[in-house]
């Protein structure tokens, strides 16, 4: 059981907006910062969202991501095939250790 | 071209060790630390440490301590996870991952932001 809380599937149809969760606690995402990877079938992970809400380069501004308190969100705008992956959410803990989600599967209806 | 390129798959019996390696080109080696992340058939990703290519050091996660042990040569650029005793639930996908780091509001930000491909290991007897 991961100590960051993701549902474990989302949905939506083409152009949707969706939304992904992401709990934490006070010792991880209340004092760290968040990040997040989309996982396409049978691929490594892909950076898709750090620090938060700041997209590395060649990711469209169809995803975004937040952060309050101990919970993080990733959204996911006009919806596309293409975006049918597992997303996970990222962050540290307070004693530098590496923690990830369970995984979302977002499915494209 | 920047990449971590990983060793091929793995068939090992439970008790024996494995050894994967990550091998860095187009980019500073000992600048960037790199990062383990495995993830069981059909499941979610598990964080199994770091390595500080620069000067060895290590963090591991708990889990995994007694069991993992990961080292570098940077003659070749070259970092290496390697478990040991291992289990049938060590089958799994091993990645590499470097870390980058971004200086914001005088605080580290942590990131990976380059991934091998994994590498597969299975465990059976």
């Known amino acids: 059981q991961s100590v960051l809380t993701q549902p474990p599937s989302a949905s939506g149809t083409p152009g949707q907006r969706v939304t992904i969760s992401c709990s934490g606690s006070r010792s991880n995402i209340g004092i760290n910062t968040v990040n997040w990877y989309q996982q396409l079938p049978g691929t490594a992970p892909k950076l898709l969202i750090y620090y938060n809400n700041q997209r590395p380069s060649g990711v469209p501004d169809r995803f975004s991501g937040s952060k309050s308190g101990t919970s993080a969100s990733l959204a996911i705008s006009g919806l596309q095939s293409e975006d049918e992956a597992d997303y996970y959410c990222a962050a540290w803990d307070d004693s530098l250790k590496g923690l990830f989600g369970g995984g979302t599967k977002l499915t494209v209806l | 071209q920047v990449q971590v390129v990983q060793s091929g798959a793995e068939v090992k019996k439970p008790g024996a060790s494995v050894k994967v390696s990550c091998k860095a080109s187009g980019y500073t080696f000992t600048g960037y630390y790199m990062h383990w992340v495995r993830q069981a058939p059909g499941q979610g990703l598990e964080w199994m440490g770091w390595?500080?290519?620069?000067?060895?050091?290590?963090n591991y996660a708990q889990k995994f301590q007694g069991r993992v042990t990961m080292t570098r040569d940077t003659s070749i650029s070259t970092a290496y996870m390697e478990l040991s005793r291992l289990r049938s639930d060590d089958t799994a996908v091993y990645y590499c991952?470097?870390?980058?780091?971004?200086?914001?509001?005088?605080?580290?930000?942590?990131?990976?932001?380059?991934w091998g491909r994994g590498t597969l290991v299975t465990v059976s007897s």
């Open positions: 390595i500080n290519p620069n000067s060895g050091g290590t």
């Open positions: 991952a470097r870390e980058s780091v971004v200086v914001v509001a005088a605080k580290g930000v942590w990131y990976f932001d380059l």
